[in-house]
């Protein structure tokens, strides 16, 4: 009663196919569709760099190592300056 016939879908597929024509439709379906293909690409990316980051303390290690290897810097600038 209240939703679209399959004869009412035909006809607004037709004069859309009318007022654009075919060319501009396939190439706007082709964009579309290379647009859907990078964003699944995108997001499939970000995965692996998650469980990389998933690590809580190689941020703190990597801290750590760089404040011991400044203190030997400086404590050998030291005896250089003795």
């Keep these: 009663m209240g939703g679209i016939s399959i004869w009412q879908l035909l006809i607004i597929a037709l004069i859309i196919v009318l007022l654009f024509g075919t060319k501009k439709l396939r190439s706007l379906g082709g ?4 647009a859907v293909k990078g964003f699944k690409k995108a997001i499939g990316e ?5 469980k990389k980051d998933a690590d809580a303390d190689f941020e703190q290690k990597k801290l750590a ?18």
């Design 31 to 34: 964009d579309l569709g290379s």
């Design 46 to 50: 970000d995965e692996p760099a998650a």
């Design 65 to 82: 190592d760089d404040q011991q290897g400044e203190q030997a810097q400086k404590s050998q600038k030291d005896k250089e300056q003795v």
